[in-house]
């Protein structure tokens, strides 16, 4: 197994759902721009997926 082989496959994906399930709390709403700059926030920090819903 080559270095880079055994770094991807060790490798954890981090797959974030806050601004889909982030508003199923009751009482809980996000304006577009909260959802914007949760995204941004998310993207910086590095995570892999986003989930947005619809």
């Known amino acids: 197994?080559?270095?880079a082989n055994k770094s991807e496959k060790d490798r954890?994906?981090?797959f974030d759902t806050t601004l889909r399930d982030g508003e199923q709390c009751p009482g809980a709403t996000m304006t577009f721009e909260e959802k914007l700059e949760v995204a941004e926030m998310l993207d910086d920090m590095g995570v892999d997926v986003i989930e947005a819903g619809f």
Do not use: E, K, P
């Open 1 to 3: 197994m080559t270095t």
């Open 12 to 14: 954890v994906i981090i």
